[in-house]
């Protein structure tokens, strides 16, 4: 083919207008259908379908109504197995604009140290096309439990962190400040902090929407960007996966189910007192020993 | 923004999977909607996959469908309260390298189909309900209205593959309400036993070999309907489906009916110990050839259970819903082809295809089968009664001698239809419904 004579010129991209947020999600499997195996009492993973982490919705959620208000662009940030394209795909429905998966086999194994890592690492990355402003997280998630990934990812991005956020009650984008609403051990914090920051939703602050036609159909045909460790920009293989966790899940199991019964007891009697006295009784007679303890003289 | 399709799917079980399929093989340009969570999610676990249906569609499907066992024994019971008399059938030539029916659990295995269908190149929206069909001026179906904001969606064809309630087909006028004597009330539950438990209780060598039984008589409780038990690889599926005009009639609870036949000494052993995963009630079309409502018309067609296409006689119906979802998506394929609108009178190559295949000449042969049994309960309470207590006289050695007993026992199968005619009667009613 020939050369083209004149090349062809980019239209210049309009500026981005409004807030860049990134919102992490994980995607877990759903905990109210997991099944222990009634006799080798393991955990059975298989066939339970995946959710996106519940805690993460009131994240996505409270992302979308800024973005809804100030105008901007929210993408969901994901890191697992390719199959966790499926969230990403879901969130999509939810009305995200766009959604990066983060899969590689090196990520295997990673602890909430390693995953903090490798997400701000590709916090970074999508940083260095637009700074972002707000990267939300769930308060936890429903399958770790930790509550460590989004701090971690404050830290090393070196973010202010807003955890366990119930409201955010105002944003300005011209000063670059927001306030929000923070549980706090007997308490309510309101907290005024800088943008960028990263803000971890508490659960039950917000419903989260049901996506339009337009959503849905956009997030079935959308592509999902899946970049490897080396596209997210993560160098250093060992603060990734199993070697970058210094975490070690040993065993998980259901607890054994416990031997004794509940039981019903017959007490004559209406009064408090008599059946306070006619319970202590029944359990002294079974446990002698606790007779002995609970009835001896305090030194 | 409005969207364009050359066909919108309603639904995601067997025949709208395979509709969908087919035609975005093609290179329709296809959107399914399914109201479930994913496809599968409201869909009856536990059921026997047909082989053929499937790999008309996809050949190479056993290679990563998630399949339970195969099938290398069935059974048929007659029970009474009990006792139950059996025939069996077992074949090692069912171990065969690409076998024929297939246990399965719906809920993976229709996850599975449809991810067949996105592969394909179709577009699924799922947790979305389909409330009703826009049409133009002229009557003419071009699109759907969801239960989501932002809609319409306008398409070339709208498949009506939503089973067996026909809810859309109804609002939107194109057929009438199923009527609750042509509709059997199923409930069933997925029980789970470990693998070996499966394969030493139903004496099956093979890892991947299956039982079904299908059971007739004090199931039903006088009800028409029937029981049935599938192995599955670490679970048994069990349940008992009868018309829910009986149900309704007769106020019986099916679950308390479910319970009644676990707990029958025939089938108590067989379930020991298991441990209960799941429990569904679901709708099965029984009404058969007569109740086949209108399939075809300006713009939509219908597929699977929502056209009553399920032969009961067979217990077959995820068959005959992927047939008849592909025969439509060779119909829409060929008319786009011929760049031919679709109408009722194109359609017409739709319902030919479904009258040349097994779909309508297997209806067709069953045609009177759902009337007789409806107005002939002594099939499901006599008979295997009478069966299984004959059966017993004949194997108690009790000093009677053996001339007394069989004269004993013809005179009680005569008496419990009043006399020899009425037997002779009931075998005739029967043949003429077969024929
Ligand atoms: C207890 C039981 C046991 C059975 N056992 C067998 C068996 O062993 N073998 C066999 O071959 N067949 C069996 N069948 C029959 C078989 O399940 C059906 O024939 C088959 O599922 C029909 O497929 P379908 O796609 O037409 O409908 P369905 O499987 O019912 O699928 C319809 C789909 O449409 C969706 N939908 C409905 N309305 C809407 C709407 N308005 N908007 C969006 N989505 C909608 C539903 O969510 C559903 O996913 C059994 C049925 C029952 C109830």
Redesign the interface.
Same mark, same amino acid.
């Given at each position: 083919m020939d050369e083209p004579i004149i090349e062809a010129l980019e239209p210049p991209k309009p500026e981005p207008k409004g807030l860049n947020i990134v919102v992490c999600i994980k995607q877990v499997p759903d905990s109210a259908q997991i099944r222990v195996h009634p006799v080798t009492n393991t955990i059975m993973r298989q066939g339970v379908p995946t959710i996106i982490n519940p805690y993460d919705l009131f994240a996505l959620e409270e992302a979308l109504r800024l973005r809804d208000q100030y105008d901007g662009q929210v993408t969901v940030l994901s890191m697992g197995p390719p199959m966790a394209e499926d969230a990403l795909r879901r969130a999509l429905g939810l009305g995200a604009d766009r959604a990066v998966l983060i899969t590689d086999r090196r990520f295997a194994g990673s602890d909430t140290l390693a995953t903090s890592f490798a997400l701000a690492t590709a916090l970074g990355k999508i940083a260095e096309e637009r700074p972002i402003d707000i990267v939300f997280t769930g308060k936890q998630t429903i399958d770790g439990d930790t509550a460590q990934v989004g701090p971690g990812i404050a830290r090393r991005m070196g973010l202010n962190q807003l955890t366990y956020v119930s409201a955010i009650d105002s944003l300005d984008l011209g000063q670059k400040a927001i306030v929000v609403r923070r549980r706090s051990e007997g308490g309510v914090q309101v907290l005024r902090s800088r943008l960028p920051c990263l803000i971890t939703m508490l659960e039950d602050t917000n419903t989260i929407r049901r996506g339009s036609i337009q959503d849905l159909l956009r997030a079935a045909r959308a592509p999902v960007a899946i970049w490897s460790a080396e596209d997210a920009g993560v160098a250093d293989p060992m603060k990734c996966g199993l070697r970058g966790s210094p975490t070690v899940v040993k065993r998980v199991f259901a607890p054994s189910p416990r031997a004794e019964k509940a039981e019903m007891v017959t007490i004559e009697g209406k009064a408090p007192a008599q059946i306070g006295d006619a319970l202590i009784d029944l359990l002294f007679a079974r446990d002698p020993k606790l007779e002995a303890v609970m009835t001896a003289p305090r030194p | 923004?409005s969207?364009h399709f050359d066909a919108i799917v309603v639904g995601a079980g067997p025949s709208g999977n395979a509709c969908a399929y087919v035609m975005a093989k093609a290179g329709l340009n296809v *959107?399914q909607i399914d109201r479930g969570?994913?496809p599968g999610?409201k869909n009856v676990q536990g059921a026997i996959l047909y082989a053929d249906a499937l790999e008309r569609i996809i050949p190479d499907f056993r290679d990563d469908a998630p399949l339970e066992r195969h099938v290398i024994e069935q059974r048929f019971w007659m029970l009474s309260e009990k006792s139950h008399t059996g025939a069996q059938y077992r074949s090692d030539e069912f171990n065969e390298e690409r076998p024929n029916r297939y246990t399965i659990?719906r809920?993976?295995f229709d996850k599975w189909f449809s991810r067949q269908v996105?592969a394909a190149g179709a577009? *699924?929206?799922t $947790?979305?309900t389909v409330k009703d069909l826009i049409k133009d001026d002229a009557g003419r179906v071009i699109g759907v209205i969801?239960d989501? $904001?932002?809609?319409p969606?306008y398409a070339n064809a709208v498949v009506l593959a939503e089973g067996v309630n026909g809810i859309v087909g109804q609002r939107a006028k194109l057929r009438p309400e199923i009527k609750a004597n042509h509709v059997a009330l199923a409930v069933k539950e997925t029980l789970?036993l470990?693998e070996e438990t499966v394969r030493e209780r139903f004496n099956l060598a093979g890892e991947e070999d299956g039982v079904v039984i299908e059971v007739l008589g004090s199931v039903s409780s006088g009800m028409v309907g029937t029981g049935f038990l599938y192995t599955n690889k670490e679970s048994i599926s069990i349940g008992v489906g009868c018309l829910l005009s009986d149900f309704a009639e007769t106020k019986i609870a099916p679950y308390a009916l479910l319970d009644k036949f676990k707990q029958h000494p025939s089938v108590a052993p067989l379930l020991k110990g298991a441990?209960m995963?799941e429990y569904v009630a679901h709708l099965i079309p029984e009404g058969g050839y007569d109740a086949i409502p209108r399939l075809t018309g300006d713009g939509w067609l219908i597929v699977g259970d929502a056209g009553q296409f399920v032969n009961a006689v067979h217990r077959e119906g995820s068959n005959l819903a992927m047939t008849s979802g592909r025969l439509a998506a060779e119909t829409l394929i060929q008319l786009r082809a011929e760049g031919k609108p679709v109408t009722e009178a194109t359609l017409k190559l739709y319902r030919d295809k479904l009258a040349d295949s097994f779909v309508m000449k297997d209806l067709k042969k069953y045609r009177k089968v759902p009337r007789l049994l409806e107005g002939n309960r002594q099939f499901f309470t006599t008979y295997p009664a009478v069966v299984n207590k004959a059966m017993q006289m004949f194997l108690r050695v009790d000093g009677v001698d053996k001339a007394s007993k069989e004269a004993a026992m013809m005179r009680g199968v005569a008496k419990a239809r009043g006399g020899w005619w009425g037997v002779v009667t009931d075998i005739f009613k029967m043949a003429r419904a077969w024929r």
């Open positions: - | 923004m969207d *959107l969570e994913y999610s659990l809920a993976q996105r577009v *699924l929206i $947790e979305t969801t989501r $904001e932002g809609g969606i789970f470990p441990e995963k």
